[in-house]
């Protein structure tokens, strides 16, 4: 019997649609121009999942991506534009919105990138420069 949790997410129109198996590994911000600027947002809410625990469920051939960088590969719907995943290859990860996985609790653990931030957060957490040395970064924090 499966016991793990799952949760369903969409882009903005519903043209497609995928499940994530288990847990996030990470919920967080990200303050990064480059996630502000794809978020057209002050600060990105995100989720990192391992690749295997995403599944899409509806609409695969309707996803387009985008590479910027070579770590960094950004998925959306091509009908509405709505954002899906960014996949990271060489972290091994899939980065999901958290706005796009409607059933899952946010419940962040930490800031990154946040010597970029436009929008000051008060809220106790750590807040890392760039991000921590596990994942490839200084390992930093910076003062609230």
């Known amino acids: 019997m499966n016991?793990?949790?799952?949760?369903?997410?969409?882009?903005?129109?519903g043209a497609v649609t995928f499940t994530v198996t288990t847990q996030p590994l990470l919920m967080a911000y990200c303050h990064c121009e480059s996630c502000r600027h794809w978020s057209a947002g002050p600060v990105s809410a995100f989720t990192l999942w391992k690749p295997e625990t995403l599944h899409v469920t509806q609409g695969a051939d309707n996803i387009d991506s985008y590479r910027k960088t070579p770590g960094s590969i950004r998925k959306w719907c091509r009908s509405c534009g709505g954002h899906l995943f960014t996949e990271h290859p060489s972290m091994g990860v899939t980065d999901v919105p958290a706005?796009?996985?409607?059933?899952l609790k946010f419940e962040p653990a930490l800031h990154v990138h946040y010597q970029e931030t436009v929008h000051r957060m008060t809220d106790g957490l750590p807040k890392m420069k760039d991000l921590p040395a596990e994942a490839g970064g200084s390992g930093e924090q910076i003062r609230e």
């Open 99 to 103: 706005a796009v996985i409607p059933e």
């Open 3 to 13: 016991t793990q949790p799952k949760y369903q997410g969409s882009c903005f129109c």
